[in-house]
């Protein structure tokens, strides 16, 4: 069994966890079987979110049901300490649990936000409280932002960091992860797929498994996705030169079209979210065309429907991506998509 201990944290895990968005959008039957199968099958290491609507109930649901060590991390987009309290008891209840191994501070996104979050009254007082009172064993930060993890890194405020890591985002290969790992800082890569974007499951896991000592997370909603990418893991990670080709291609493909979630585009004149209106595919993709009815994704797709084409932000685009030709793109999607709802 391919092993590590997660940082400072001391926690000893499968390198393979299981990521709990897709469990959203089947049904609770299927939820809850296929989180069974990965239990079942070697997985020891779960993440979810208060943000993933039924998520945290049906694992909790499984985890009844065997007897099997689970390790789980769960987060909180409250950047408050009695608001991230009042999550994490909602979290306890919907597992079924009287203590989670690692809690986190979901989607940082900019320095305001993790300033509010590590200031006085912020979640990480609240994580700080929870940990001395035995709720939590840890805590942890997930953010998509490098320049932002690089800050978290330095400081050494938390155990754990969530970083996008893939073969269409390796910056973090150089950037965060070995920097993180020399702090004792553990390390969960998320997106190994990019968020759906990446269809092959044998370059897209070889590549996130080559790298020693990260915990990589996988989000799936059926037992046979599930074994697909076990076998993968259980396998080599040497890349051949057949497959060396075959990531470049990918690369190749997605070079003009594919928002890497840095944001350096920002701020847009309209306020729109940028990364989130290029990357919706993925988003309902990963949770199901109902979301494109609910709040916040509701508001984004509003949004950018008055974009107004000035182009302001790709002057500042590092990848020189064609922002307001991808928006429309997407928007036109998405209505297809409402068409079906």
Same mark, same amino acid.
């Given at each position: ?12 895990? /499968? ?24 239990? %079942?099958?070697?997985?020891?290491? *779960? ?5 993933? /609507? /039924?998520? %945290? ?9 065997? +007897? ?11 950047? &408050? ?5 009042? +999550?994490? %008891? ?11 191994? *690692? !809690? ?38 997930? #953010? ?9 890194? +330095? ?32 390390? *969960? ?17 070889? !590549?996130?498994?080559?790298?020693? +000592? ?15 990418? $076990? ?5 080599? !990670? ?10 470049? %291609? ?8 594919? #928002? ?54 790709? &002057?500042?685009?590092? !990848? ?12 036109? $999607? ?8």
């Amino acid at each position: 069994m391919k092993r590590m201990t997660l940082g400072r944290t001391g926690l000893e895990v /499968t390198r393979f966890g299981f990521g709990g968005i897709p469990i959203q959008r089947v049904s609770e039957k299927q939820a809850v079987e296929t989180v069974l199968h990965a239990v %079942e099958r070697g997985i020891d290491f *779960i993440d979810t979110s208060r943000g993933y /609507t /039924t998520s %945290e109930r049906r694992i909790g649901m499984a985890l009844q049901q065997t +007897d099997k060590r689970v390790i789980i991390a769960s987060k909180s987009r409250s950047r &408050t300490s009695d608001g991230i309290r009042t +999550d994490l %008891e909602t979290s306890l209840k919907e597992l079924q649990r009287g203590h989670i191994e *690692i !809690y986190q501070c979901h989607f940082v996104k900019n320095i305001n936000e993790y300033e509010q979050v590590i200031s006085p009254g912020g979640a990480l007082e609240g994580l700080i409280k929870a940990k001395e009172e035995g709720l939590i064993g840890h805590f942890g930060i997930s #953010c998509h932002s490098l320049d932002l993890l690089d800050r978290v890194i +330095d400081d050494g405020l938390f155990h754990t960091i969530m970083v996008c890591f893939s073969l269409l985002e390796p910056e973090a290969r150089e950037r965060i992860i070995p920097k993180a790992i020399d702090k004792k800082i553990g390390v *969960i890569a998320m997106k190994p797929f990019s968020g759906g974007i990446i269809d092959n499951a044998r370059l897209a896991l070889k !590549y996130v498994f080559s790298h020693q +000592d990260i915990l990589v997370i996988a989000g799936v909603e059926h037992k046979g996705l599930f074994d697909e990418n $076990w076998a993968i893991f259980q396998g080599s !990670y040497e890349l051949d030169d057949e497959e060396k080709e075959g990531i470049e %291609e990918i690369r190749k493909r997605f070079e003009r079209n594919f #928002c890497r979630r840095c944001d350096y585009c920002l701020p847009c004149t309209e306020g729109i979210s940028i990364q989130t209106i290029l990357g919706i595919r993925s988003i309902i993709k990963r949770t199901g065309n109902a979301m494109l009815r609910r709040g916040r994704r509701q508001d984004v797709i509003e949004k950018a429907r008055h974009c107004s084409e000035c182009g302001e932000c790709m &002057t500042r685009c590092p !990848y020189e991506l064609p922002i307001p030709e991808l928006i429309q793109k997407n928007l036109l $999607w998405v209505d297809e998509q409402l068409k079906s709802l």
